[in-house]
């Protein structure tokens, strides 16, 4: 069965620094890129990061560029979001999700990220 | 940058009912690459259709997307109760891949 659970979310000032972990299972993880989502209270979804199979290719929505990393661990079957700098904006729900063609097959439960003073 | 408009923004039916929600992209969405979500409140998105017409895995038949080009068109062919949620629908076909609003689809 094909799980993907995030950790590191909870409460962080305007300007300070979370990371986000996805501890990925049932599937060969190394064979597929990886992605996280967001979706902020009462919003809509939005595509965040996404990085190939080998982490060589890496790609972000542009309202986080330069601040937000994505990256992975083949060998722990885990995958990250670094995200400094952060804003208000930034607070949402951050989903794990791999990709599937490009649609997302499987989703995480979510971690709850919120920047606050 | 791909924006997809749904509509309505909330549609009212009643178990038994068709539902037909709509989204409309700015641009050609190349390789009808559109996939329609459903969420429930404080559950994670779970995928229904890809390629625009594809149900996904352990999707019930009562589910079908149909359209291409601009737009697109998620059918209910007969509403469970257990349907009534937010649907989104999300391009892939071009970057960055963006999702619509959502509509949700509430008990009336």
Known sequence: EVQLVESGGGLVQPGGSLRLSCAASGFTFSSYWMSWVRQAPGKGLEWVANIKQDGSEKYYVDSVKGRFTISRDNAKNSLYLQMN???AE???VYYCARPRGGSYDYWGQG???TVSS | EIVLTQSPGTLSLSPGERATLS???SQSVSSSYLAWYQQKPGQAPRLLIYGASSR???IPD???GSGSGTDFTLTISRL???DF???YCQQYGSSPETFGQGTKLEIK
């Open chain 2, 85 to 87: 949620a937010v649907y």
């Open chain 2, 56 to 58: 996904a895995t352990g």
């Open chain 1, 90 to 92: 930034d607070t949402a």
């Open chain 2, 62 to 64: 009562r589910f079908s």
């Open chain 2, 23 to 25: 989204c409309r992209a």
């Open chain 2, 80 to 82: 469970e109760p257990e």
């Open chain 1, 85 to 87: 700098s952060l804003r």
């Open chain 1, 111 to 113: 971690t709850l990220v």
